[in-house]
């Protein structure tokens, strides 16, 4: 019998927060889902997927180049080493990936990404021009590496080109090791614009702000300006690190958060990447405006960041996201458990994130759904999950993967983000589309081959 891969069916699927049991999908011609029916018989013509499906996940901040670097920066040489040694280091791999290189090493990353249980990846991407500083011909060009990537990998991707025009608070223009990034709104405006012309398959587009001590306030202002009734994201790296609170003191009498919050009209399409180092104050404005946080967990605590207040983030229903951001981890759940084991460390709790108050007494599914709805809103997906007209992403979990075998089926997600080491997806779909199967894409051997090409060139010195 032939079976329609448009309809399908799965012995359980998480939907509204909770697992619905045997459950009928249909996908339309657009990707999208169309209807969602549980407690059904399979029909007969239906793909009878092999496991319990999840919906995909958002990996809300992603520097693709970065992937590069995961590993090679685990050395000391001298007294002391921080997120700022680190910065200059990974420079070095900025100012030496080709496009082609950029190509090879985003296949990986997002065929990884893929097999770590996210369908989306929101780029901010401010590797722009030659190694020289000077731009392509095509100004599109790292960008077009981006949507190749994507593209072949299957990946929807969220491009947001970064205004990066000066090296700090106090300094007028960027070091010359920072030439590959410069940017002015213009720019910015005309890279958004022009992925957005492009139409590529499952490619949309908003901007990016590196950072208040990498874009002059003037900027920061024009910008926000252009984007009046753009209903696009807007993300910003904020607040990581303590130096870079001090310095905002400095040069403007006012934290990071505190100054943005006070200059800028955030709301909904704003995204706050890290806020690692925010006061109570700053989490309740954040949270009033309506914009989001994108916690980064394994990055910040490779690179010595800290803590941020989760538990206030939540009780004040801020919206939240994940990303692997640097790609030392490429797991949506491998950060899950992070984000909370973190927590458990510095408060000496345990399931820190779970709700019973709010009627979840489950960490891993209150973080899972918590980050499902914030990574959608971070991407500008209106509708996301399991749910009709959200597009038609799914994982399919490997019951029988270690961690998952024999586990209750009411567990399995306490499991999956808690339990599970190895990926334990069997199946992956973006827009109805198969990517993973088995465990396995059928040209993982050729991603591989071409990511160890570009890994010998870039580091045939070290």
Do not use: K
């Amino acid at each position: 019998m032939t079976h329609d891969e448009s309809l399908l069916w799965a012995p359980r699927a998480w939907i509204d927060g909770r697992w619905r049991e045997r459950v009928v999908l249909r996908i339309g011609a657009d990707g999208c889902f169309a209807e969602l029916q549980p407690d059904q018989p399979p029909p007969p013509d239906a793909t009878q997927l092999s496991g319990p499906v999840l919906p995909g996940l958002v990996n809300a901040h992603s520097h693709a180049f970065q992937r590069a670097f995961a590993g090679l920066a685990e050395r000391r040489s001298g007294a002391h080493d921080d997120f700022w040694s680190w910065r200059d280091r990974m420079y070095g791999v900025a100012l030496r990936i080709s496009p082609t290189a950029l190509e090879a090493v985003a296949a990986q990353l997002y065929a990884e990404l893929l097999q770590g249980g996210y369908t989306q990846v929101c780029e901010f991407h401010y590797l722009h021009h030659a190694p020289d500083g000077q731009p392509y011909a095509d100004p599109l060009t790292m960008c077009h590496a981006l949507q190749r990537a994507a593209n072949r990998t299957g990946i929807g991707l969220t491009l947001l080109p970064v205004l990066y025009e000066r090296a700090g608070f106090a300094a007028p223009r960027l070091r010359d090791d920072q030439r590959r990034f410069a940017t002015d709104v213009e720019r910015v405006l005309a890279l958004r614009d022009g992925v957005r012309a492009a139409r590529w398959p499952l490619v949309n587009a908003g901007v990016a702000i590196h950072s208040l001590r990498a874009a002059a306030p003037e900027s920061i202002h024009r910008l926000q300006s252009a984007l009046d009734g753009d209903a696009g994201p807007i993300h910003i790296h904020i607040a990581e690190q303590t130096a870079e609170v001090d310095d905002c003191l400095a040069a403007t009498g006012a934290r990071p958060i505190e100054w943005l919050a006070r200059h800028v009209a955030l709301d909904a399409r704003w995204h706050l990447v890290h806020a690692t180092h925010a006061t109570a104050a700053e989490i309740d404005t954040v949270a009033e405006s309506g914009a989001g946080v994108v916690i980064c967990p394994s990055t910040e605590a490779n690179l010595g960041d800290g803590l941020t207040d989760i538990p206030r983030w939540l009780q004040q229903g801020t919206v939240l996201s994940i990303g692997s951001d640097s790609h030392v981890a490429r797991s949506a759940m491998a950060e899950l458990r992070l984000l909370e084991e973190g927590q458990r460390l510095a408060l000496r709790r345990r399931n820190v994130a779970a709700a019973p108050e709010a009627g979840c007494d489950a960490t891993a599914a209150h973080l899972f759904d918590r980050m499902l709805a914030g990574g959608a809103a971070a991407a500008s997906f209106a509708r996301w999950g399991l749910r009709p007209g959200a597009r038609a992403d799914l994982l399919v979990l490997d019951a029988e993967a270690p961690g998952l075998l024999g586990v209750p089926a009411s567990h399995l997600l306490d499991a999956l983000v808690f339990a599970t080491d190895a990926p334990a997806f069997a199946e992956v779909r973006v827009a109805g589309r198969t990517v993973l199967s088995g465990g396995r894409r059928h040209d993982q051997q050729a991603l591989r081959s071409a990511f160890a090409d570009a890994m010998a060139a870039l580091w045939s010195d070290a």
